[in-house]
């Protein structure tokens, strides 16, 4: 069982965004539990902080990211949005969308493997959230819901790049439209879910699976994310150029020099998924 995260290096006073560390692994708690994690501005700016801070560490080889109190995440705050009052600029709210996209696109490019842990709602913005992510673990009790009808908006913070990808165009539309709940069973046979664990088990599930890359292939498995991420925007020949070129990399890296080295020697290799 992985070991729980280190309290070390934190901040003793609650945050909204807790940051812990369990071995190479990074664990980004969501933690307006009141809120259901919602996403407010501190919230975000938070995450927009985090998300950079962590890309050029080094030591951090995966990323969990979860939830305080039972839930995932709620969506966007919609007392931070105005609550409907009609008391911001358009272009207020153009600039507080476009700025989201900016921390988004740094976790969804992030070249280290990215697991979500959901309990509890993973609804609008929270959905996005776990559509960042590499693999979705969830317990029973989750649910998902691009749940932006039901207040007369669009998909955002990447929902209607990112869903469509995941589950289909069609399965996409019927979701969005409907703004139905999503429960987990569904969910995995969809895609959007990986493994369900029980509610006691989530945590540590996650851990153990990003503690799996602690001696992977970081430089290759990051260039390969990178590059199957835009797969859907490139031809083949431009995907054919981008794979010659990682590969050539690859080739010369210290990671595969030792492999090969571990390969001819009949030595068991270092990064093997058991």
Avoid at 3 to 8: C, F, G, L, R
Avoid at 13 to 24: A, K, P
Avoid at 90 to 111: C, K
Wanted: negative net charge; aromatic residues 6%.
């Amino acid at each position: 069982m992985a070991s729980a995260p280190d309290s070390t290096d934190k901040d003793d006073e609650m945050t909204v965004l807790d940051i812990t560390r369990s071995g190479s692994t990074a664990v980004l708690t969501l933690n307006r539990p009141e809120a259901r994690n919602a996403l407010d501005l501190e919230l975000r700016g938070a995450l927009a902080k985090a998300i950079p801070t962590l890309r050029d560490d080094s030591t951090v080889r995966a990323l969990v990211l979860t939830g305080a109190g039972g839930c995932f995440c709620a969506g966007g705050d919609i007392r931070a949005m105005g609550g409907g009052q009609g008391n911001t600029d358009v272009f207020e709210g153009r600039s507080r969308i476009l700025a989201m996209h900016r921390w988004f696109d740094e976790l969804v490019d992030l070249e280290k493997p990215v697991i979500a842990a959901v309990d509890g709602v993973a609804f609008g913005a929270g959905l996005s959230l776990a559509l960042a992510a590499d693999y979705v673990l969830a317990t029973p009790r989750a649910k998902f819901c691009a749940v932006f009808a039901r207040i007369g908006y669009v998909p955002d913070l990447g929902c209607m790049y990112l869903l469509p990808r995941a589950v289909g165009l069609g399965r996409a539309k019927e979701l969005v439209l409907s703004a139905r709940t999503v429960e987990v069973t569904e969910a995995q046979a969809l895609g959007l879910v990986h493994q369900i664990c029980e509610q006691d088990r989530l945590l540590d599930a996650a851990l153990e699976l990003a503690a799996r890359f602690e001696h992977a292939p970081a430089g290759a498995l990051g260039i390969a994310k990178s590059v199957m991420n835009r797969a859907f925007e490139s031809d083949r020949q431009s995907v054919y150029l981008q794979e010659a070129l990682a590969q050539s990399l690859c080739r010369e890296s210290a990671f595969h020099q030792a492999a090969a080295q571990r390969f001819l020697a009949k030595q068991p290799p270092t990064y093997h998924w058991l």
